[in-house]
């Protein structure tokens, strides 16, 4: 296009198009041609609204002195954080765009970044095309070099080039960058998310030699009948020629076709990629070249002939102090800790990623699904009135984005699925989309979940289907299509969850169900967890504590709260328990102990590698406590089979053995054996545990008896308090007051838990609202009896919500040991009265300690969190941890820390003092520095105050966590009702 030196107009604001003077799409590459990295200061003016921005500002001699600086790549509105910021401020919604849906238009109050940078064109500058090259700008701008206008570009998580070539001066440079925070584009990119403004991603002169290559196209493909490979490269631009020696491919025409006998193919798990480059008389290209194939045949999606499973996540990109704009440490972090959970794929919600995370894919071994930057769910609120996708004047809009996610990563192998984008209803636009990515890119699926017809996809998928349909959709019972002439069609498509499981807060619960579902039926290929990362805003509060911000904190009139903090790992990306959770659900190796016919059965539900990588070892323990361990020679299992392995003498024998008259457990597990790119050997990728029965240990010696056979001594009165043994009671409330020199707040009945995040939000009515409806944040306890027996004490106690006439009937018998009067036991029953409307969210026991104790040593499942639907990654061992790192600081604060089945365990001080607890059979335990109504309150981790006590809650039982936030409630399974029910528990002073 002719270029000018005159302003550009701000129409390009509230325009359709998606942008001028642009060059075209092409892929991302690097090459040996020079390159003027222009990240770094920038001089930086932020204009309330466009009326208001700087006259001549693009002018190679304006005066910026004035202005602050900022980084570029960043976001204007987070400079300033941990404290106030200073450019605007953060906001979030998930669905609701932040403005009136009015499209194309947006409001006066746009917010404009106005950048300004000076560079130093190096005196050897090629001859030939020189481009400026914008990875992401948020989410419109218009481009200025040397006050001469290049154009302007919408689609912000997509790559955006200007040619500069008549622009360019040799020695100084000035480039001058409007970016605005609304624009059309807007209304396409309303994806769940901060709305954050900038040029977040990095910017960089291109030299663009002469008989350099315009754009080139891999094509890698893999015959795994044959074991043969097919290359050819399609180039635009200069002359070039193909070098790939390891393929005895040098100096050859890149076009070829090339049949390569015996090439290694590219997967997830053994990520084979063959060095290259692409040589013209201007440049060297670089290459990384992996072959493979992804189809559908017989309704199944396949890689390289065999079936393909995705145990994946999504991921949104996200840094809690730069938004997102990401580092290569965090991208490399995310990759490594996918792999390290047994994680083999990403879906990259909802936008193409930074290109460095996709090359990291294709080394380490990641299967992608590539998403178009494209959501409009906002229109959900309007009856999808005027939505861009199914209107005309988009179309180029839509058409555009797909384009440029298309020409920029078509070169990955890691890339298997392109997505047309997210929640965007339906529309002729997104189909128009599909059909010319089926055109450019026959290699790979087209994937959009909002298309329930299935009509232009190659795949069936869902968000957050109940377990029941998804047990329909697995036997292709799926409902009927909204067009009956397609039904057929979909009913032998392949299934996948794009999203399910929803990581918010303690949570997921029930993915070993889902995962049940996956592995048992032909059609299912898995999906994907949402998601990867919490959202949170490092914060800091006045007196200088640390939190994470979301939604509100901020003062946004429109918010959706703390929706956003929904990822398996923290914002500082610590795993949660529920990262550990899900890496136990998708274990690429199942493995069984069967201790009644002394085998171990293993089942290999790698894509690719048979099992020669891994290394087995069993070990037996008595109460926690090592007896014996081995290696386990298992021969090499291949993919999608199973073997049935008799135990090893060493096993066997050991196993037979007398020892502690406790519980023996059997632990097998899988390692690397080397070292991988993404873990050292020894990691551990499986593990399966089995108790061992010995009918020699006498029943009545075990933990798990029902109770102790004692002969107890009577109680006295003294000053008020009754004595039993080392005990002292309470004469009036029957509370526990002090056991030996130990002072305790008496265990009384609790039934309330600090709402989850899944409790608080339930999609189909939140969970909460039923329990402040039967009463259960505001229980009332009275104490109908206290009375001493001939072997101990009795305290009965009613509890009930105010107002209300249902209640928890409960009886506390005591009783002490006369052979060892430092041994104390509870004999706990409770009994509902009344009609109790809903679940409770848990049954048990709460008491107090001194803040002294900081220390818990247990024997039980550990080492982390578990609750009744989230177990499978807790193992029966015994483990130690301080008070304080019992706790999980989710985001938002809530019900977090139980220990589940817990055998014994001691609550100390730093001299050692405190209590013994043992459960018969065992007892769900949380330890922590404030209380349950302390963790409801709390909006941040930083609103926590230690108490001057140590609370103590022991469990029977607590209602499962689920994933009803966005996804199913618990399953019925895991719900816990007002029954009657007993435990006894035994206390001790130490």
């Known amino acids: 296009m002719p270029l000018t030196s005159e302003p550009t107009p701000h129409g390009y604001v509230e325009s359709f198009s998606p942008g001028h003077g642009r060059a075209a799409p092409r892929a991302a590459f690097t090459s040996d041609a020079p390159v003027v990295d222009l990240t770094g200061e920038w001089r930086f003016h932020l204009a309330p609204d466009l009326p208001r921005t700087t006259e001549g500002f693009e002018k190679p001699d304006y005066d910026d002195s004035g202005w602050d600086t900022i980084s570029v790549p960043s976001l204007w509105q987070l400079e300033g954080l941990p404290g106030e910021p200073r450019y605007g401020k953060p906001a979030y919604t998930n669905q609701p765009y932040y403005f009136p849906i009015d499209p194309p238009h947006v409001p006066d109050a746009n917010p404009t970044g106005e950048y300004r940078r000076d560079f130093t064109l190096p005196g050897e500058w090629p001859a030939g095309r020189t481009l400026v090259r914008f990875e992401g700008v948020d989410s419109c701008f218009a481009v200025w070099l040397n006050g001469t206008l290049l154009g302007d570009g919408k689609g912000s998580r997509l790559p955006t080039e200007f040619d500069v070539t008549d622009a360019l001066r040799p020695g100084r440079n000035v480039i001058a960058v409007r970016v605005h925070q609304w624009s059309a584009g807007t209304y396409l990119e309303d994806q769940d998310m901060w709305w954050l403004s900038g040029i977040f991603r990095p910017v960089a002169l291109l030299s663009r030699p002469d008989s350099s290559l315009t754009d080139f196209h891999v094509h890698a493909d893999f015959d795994h009948l044959t074991g043969n490979g097919t290359l050819s490269v399609d180039t635009t631009g200069g002359p070039a020629r ?166 920029r990563d078509k070169n990955h192998p890691s890339i298997v699925i392109w997505s047309l984008g997210n929640e965007c209803g339906h529309g002729a636009n997104l189909q128009a989309m599909a059909e010319w990515t089926r055109g450019r890119d026959p290699e790979r699926l087209i994937h959009y979940e909002g298309d329930d017809n299935c009509g232009y996809t190659d795949l069936y998928s869902r968000m957050y289907v109940e377990y029941d349909e998804l047990h329909l959709i697995a036997r292709h019972q799926d409902a009927v299509t909204r067009d009956p002439a397609l039904d057929a069609r979909r009913r032998q498509m392949p299934f996948i969850q794009c999203e399910y499981a929803h990581a918010m807060g303690n949570g997921p619960g029930g993915l070993h169900e889902y995962q049940e579902v996956y592995e048992e039926f032909p059609r299912m290929h898995g999906g994907f967890v949402w998601q990867w990362i919490d959202h949170g805003l490092r914060r800091n509060t006045p007196d200088g504590r640390e939190h994470y911000a979301y939604g509100g904190d901020f003062g946004e009139p429109l918010h959706d709260g703390n929706f956003l903090c929904d990822g398996l790992i923290f914002p500082d990306r610590v795993p949660s328990p529920g990262l550990v959770e899900y890496k136990k659900a998708i274990e690429p190796v199942r493995i069984a102990i069967d201790t009644a016919a002394r085998t171990v059965r293993l089942r290999n539900l790698f894509h690719t590698h048979d099992t020669s990588h891994l290394a087995f070892r069993w070990q037996v323990e008595d109460d926690g406590e090592l007896l014996a361990g081995a290696a386990l020679t298992v021969p090499p299992v291949p993919a999608g089979e199973q073997i049935e392995l008799p135990w090893p003498a060493a096993l066997s024998e050991t196993c037979a053995t007398r020892g502690l008259e406790g519980e023996r457990w059997i632990t097998v597990t899988a390692v690397l054996a080397d070292d991988e790119s993404w873990a050292p050997a020894g990691h551990e990728v499986s593990w399966a545990q089995a108790p061992v029965e010995r009918s020699s240990t006498p029943a009545a010696a075990t933990v798990r008896t029902p109770a102790p056979a004692v002969r107890t001594t009577g109680t006295h009165t003294l000053a008020g308090t009754h004595k039993l043994g080392d005990a002292v009671f309470d004469a009036v409330s029957g509370t526990l007051l002090r056991l030996g020199d130990l002072e305790i707040d008496g265990p009384r009945l609790d039934l309330w838990r600090a709402p989850t995040d899944n409790d608080l939000l339930t999609i189909d009515g939140p969970l909460v609202n039923d329990w402040h409806k039967a009463g259960l944040h505001r229980l009332q306890h009275r104490v109908v009896s206290v009375e001493a027996t001939g072997t101990g004490l009795e305290v009965v106690t009613r509890t009930a919500p105010a107002g209300l006439d249902h209640a928890m009937l409960s009886s506390f018998r005591w009783e002490s040991d006369a052979d060892d009067p430092g041994q104390l036991w509870l004999h706990l029953s409770t009994e509902p009265v009344g009609t109790w409307p809903c679940p409770l969210p848990r049954i048990g026991i709460r008491l107090a300690l001194p803040e002294a104790i900081e220390t818990v040593d247990w024997f039980g499942l550990g080492p982390g969190e578990a609750y009744t639907d989230t177990t499978a990654a807790v193992r029966v061992g015994r483990y130690t941890s301080s008070v304080d790192d019992l706790q999980t600081p989710y985001v938002m604060p809530q019900e977090n820390g139980n220990r589940r089945e817990v055998r014994h365990a001691r609550l100390t001080d730093r001299d050692g003092g405190g209590l013994v607890v043992t459960g018969l059979p065992h007892v769900d335990l949380t330890v922590r520095r404030w209380t349950s109504e302390d963790l409801d309150a709390a909006k941040h981790v930083s609103d926590l105050n230690r108490r001057d006590r140590v609370y103590v809650n022991l469990d029977i039982a607590q209602h499962g966590v689920g994933s009803g936030a966005c996804g199913p409630r618990v399953q019925p399974r895991y719900e816990l009702h007002a029954r009657p029910v007993a435990l006894t528990l035994g206390f001790r002073a130490c």
Do not use: Q
């Open 242 to 407: 193909l070098y790939v020696p390891e393929l005895g491919l040098v100096d050859a025409d890149p076009a070829g076709p090339h049949l390569l006998p015996g090439v290694e193919p590219w997967s997830a798990e053994r990520p084979r990629l063959y060095d290259g480059e692409l040589v013209t008389d201007g440049e060297r290209v670089p290459l990384r070249i992996g072959f493979r194939r992804i189809e559908v045949r017989d309704g199944l999606i396949l890689a390289n002939g065999r079936k393909l499973f995705f145990r994946g996540v999504n991921r949104h990109e996200w840094n809690p102090d730069t938004g997102r704009t990401l580092s290569h440490d965090d991208m490399l972090t995310d990759v490594l800790l996918m792999k390290r959970h047994n994680i083999n794929s990403v879906r990259t919600s909802h936008y193409p990623p930074d290109s460095a995370f996709l090359d990291l894919c294709d080394e380490h071994g990641l299967w992608v699904i590539d998403e178009c930057d494209m959501e409009t769910h906002g229109f959900y609120h309007v009856d999808w009135r005027d939505n861009p996708t199914d209107d005309p004047r988009w179309l180029e809009a839509c058409l555009d984005r797909m384009h440029r996610t298309v020409e």
